[in-house]
């Protein structure tokens, strides 16, 4: 639920930051974008002032009443001379001048004009119209090739109001001549270092220049500015380069101004455009790095809390097999118990009614028949002894008692003196050295040392006193116990075997016993967690060591809150 | 009380040949007292109040002046019928001593919390059987005191 929730919160976080640095991006790009379109604004005020400046120029020239009259004086009678004309042109280094009726016929022309000049001016050409309707008040027109193999020329036609209507005076002039006049007013609009003004005609041809470079009556040469201008009134082109166009009023003319972009947009390009967008980058990186460290510090605690689940999860399925044993634990003692009670009853009456039969037949029995009776008597105790030693042997486990802190010596001493009787009745001799502490189920250790002891006295040499050796040790976490003898000992290979429950190297004849008293020593030793082993010199004697854990690192059986009662039954003292 | 009166022992176990056994220690012990048997804790039960087979005019059922109780047997065990002998205000006053093959320590202190009075482990052998019985027959009629019989149910049959 947590982890859902720490999950969700980080979500939410992560979407409002990236929703603010989106929100940051955009308010950034909009400032600079603004901030680009003044410029761009402010660079395009040059062409269009200068634009508008041309062609009040040129619409000065015919427009008004002072000028109307010099030209009506000139131009406005019944017939008008070619001389006139002619002076007029050469007067203003014009290539030709010719003079247009009301209907757009040609009245005269001045002399020396080039060939192609009439018949331009007699197919009515859309200039004249459109000054002749009064649809301009003026016309310049891009260079015309009047003259072929000569220089181009541009026409300019303006109206002339006579008594005989309204006729139009049309002025060719060389490419120089407006070049020159015109190319002073183009080298003071561009102030930027790099910038260049052109008056450039409808097709691409300089009509006028600050560029040195470029040549009036030649089609324009910077790389890229005839494509740009053709289609747009302002825009990148080239390299670095910006344009901005302007049309000038009555002509197929425009003023186009240019200049290195990175000149244009100082203020936004360079540094002083990509430094908040670096400032921008570096808060982004830096969320980046806080975010990536805030998802590892939940993802670990997403480990750390899938571990404990698993933990939980692993102690809960412990402790339900705990239980489980517990349980099975108790059934079996159960019907250890039980077993040991019904089956030892029938034996008990084996004996009891053999007995009976010695004691009241003894004089009609034949001596086979008394020595059958005593070995099927003999069985049955020794049936009644295995099944006593097996009961014990599955106590060891379900009967354990809580493990406290003991002095071994001590117990072995007890030992000892309890099976005083046994050790006098061998002439055997039992050296307890110093031992150390331990913590351990203290009736169950001294039945090992009952076993172990009882061990080396029944398999002593035949002739020589048992002489049993107890001794040990501090081996780091353990207690190294050591029960040596001077008895027959066995062979080597056997080491292992001798633990086995009913395992016997020796026929019953010379040895009496189950079988299960090693087995139980071993079984007693495991549950305490700890190692039991023996080494022997066949005919010498044997040692066998027992390895005990001197603390309880952990409680070794299952212990369960509310645990079986019967772990509390205890067994009597001494068994 | 001495041990010419006719005092009754009542033996309750399930099993014939205990029941044979401990009939004949006690011969072996020269005891000659009036042995009854009942063979599980019900029997004991309907013996002691005349109910079931023991009821009027069914099998006589002189009431015991003390009880030999084994502790595992059918139907009612004798934990229970020791519980009930000494909740029942005409029966608590006689002595029961449990004989059993049990050396269970909880066996023994739960008879002694349900009220018994000796608490008695079989022996193995039949030698260690007499000499048992013989030990009981000295304590329980030459040494100790017992009540006298409660007159009433016990003498209606005689």
């Known amino acids: ?575 | 009380v001495s041990k010419g009166d006719p005092i009754t022992i009542l033996i309750a176990d399930d099993d014939e040949e205990d029941r044979l056994l401990t009939e004949e220690a006690l011969a072996g012990a020269r005891l000659a007292n009036d042995l009854r048997f009942v063979v599980d804790g019900q029997d004991l039960i309907d013996y002691l109040r005349h109910e079931g087979k023991y009821a009027a005019g069914g099998e006589a059922a002189p009431r015991p002046g003390i009880i030999l109780l084994d502790l595992n047997m059918p139907k009612l065990d004798g934990r229970e019928a020791l519980g009930m002998i000494k909740t029942d205000p005409s029966l608590k006053q006689i002595p029961v001593v449990v004989l059993t093959t049990s050396k269970a320590e909880a066996d023994v202190v739960r008879s002694y919390e349900l009220g018994v009075n000796s608490f008695i482990v079989k022996p193995v052998t039949f030698a260690g059987l007499v000499e048992v019985m013989r030990g009981f027959s000295s304590y329980w009629f030459e040494i100790v005191e017992l009540p006298a019989p409660v007159r009433g149910q016990g003498d209606a049959h005689s």
């Open chain 1, 1 to 575: 639920m947590q982890r859902r929730q720490s999950k969700l919160v980080f979500g939410i976080a992560c979407t409002v930051v990236l929703a603010m640095l989106g929100g940051l991006v955009l308010v950034l790009a909009h400032s600079q974008s603004n901030d680009r379109r003044d410029l761009e604004e402010r660079f395009s005020r040059r062409p269009q002032v200068s634009a508008a400046l041309t062609s009040a120029l040129f619409s000065a020239t015919s427009t008004t009443p002072e000028q109307q009259k010099q030209l009506n004086r000139r131009y406005g009678g019944k017939t008008v001379s070619t001389d006139a004309l002619t002076q007029d042109a050469r007067q203003n280094n014009s290539v030709f001048k010719a003079l247009l009726d009301d209907q757009g016929q040609l009245i005269a022309i001045s002399a020396g004009a080039p060939p192609g000049v009439r018949e331009e001016l007699q197919s009515a050409p859309s200039y004249v119209q459109s000054v002749l309707t009064g649809q301009q008040p003026v016309a310049l027109t891009d260079f015309l090739d009047l003259d072929p193999g000569g220089a181009q020329t541009q026409a300019f036609a303006q109206p002339i109001e006579t008594d005989f209507g309204r006729r139009i005076l049309v002025t060719g002039f060389p490419p120089e001549l407006l070049a020159a006049f015109l190319g002073q007013t183009l080298s003071k609009l561009v102030e930027i270092t790099g910038g260049q003004a052109y008056i450039l005609d409808s097709a691409g041809v300089v009509v006028a220049s600050s560029n040195p470079e470029s040549v009036p009556g030649e089609p324009v040469t910077i790389p890229g500015l005839a494509q740009a201008f053709a289609s747009r009134d302002a825009g990148s082109f080239g390299s670095d380069q910006y344009f901005a166009a302007s049309a000038i009023d009555n002509s197929t003319w425009r003023v186009v101004a240019t200049a290195p972009e990175s000149d244009v947009f100082a203020s936004v390009r360079g540094w002083d455009e990509w430094t908040p967008w670096l400032i921008l980058a570096a808060f982004a990186l830096a969320l980046a790095a806080a975010f990536a460290l805030l998802w590892r510090v939940l993802r670990n605690a997403d480990e750390l809390s899938d571990a404990h689940e698993q933990l939980d999860a692993s102690n809960r399925a412990l402790q339900l097999r705990a239980r489980d044993l517990e349980r099975s634990n108790a059934e079996l003692d159960q019907f250890a118990s039980i077993a040991s009670h019904d089956l030892q009853e029938p034996l008990r009456k084996v004996q009891m009614f053999s007995q009976r039969v010695f004691e009241l037949e003894s004089d009609q029995l034949s001596d086979k028949a008394r020595d059958y009776l005593q070995r099927s008597t003999d069985a049955a105790g020794r049936m009644q002894l295995l099944i006593e030693d097996l009961l014990k042997f599955s106590r060891v486990a379900t009967q354990g008692r809580p493990f406290v802190s003991a002095d071994l010596e001590e117990v072995a001493r007890e030992v000892a003196s309890d099976l005083e009787g046994a050790i006098e009745a061998a002439d055997a001799t039992v050296e307890i050295g110093e031992l150390p502490r331990a913590v351990v189920d203290e009736p169950q250790i001294r039945q090992l040392f009952q076993n172990l002891i009882s061990n080396a006295i029944k398999f002593r040499r035949e002739g020589i006193p048992p002489v049993v050796r107890i001794d040990g040790e501090v081996r780091g976490r353990y207690a190294e116990i050591r029960v040596s003898d001077n008895g027959i000992g066995f062979e080597p290979r056997y080491a292992s075997r001798i633990f086995r429950v009913f395992e016997r190297l020796h026929g019953r004849g010379e040895y009496p016993g189950t079988g299960i008293g090693l087995a139980l020593c071993r079984k007693i030793v495991e549950r305490h967690g700890g190692t039991i082993s023996a080494e022997s010199t066949p005919g010498a004697g044997s040692t066998f060591t027992v390895m005990l854990p001197r603390s309880r690192v952990r409680e070794p059986q299952f212990v369960v809150p509310n645990g079986h009662p019967d772990h509390q039954k205890a067994e009597p003292a001494g068994v």
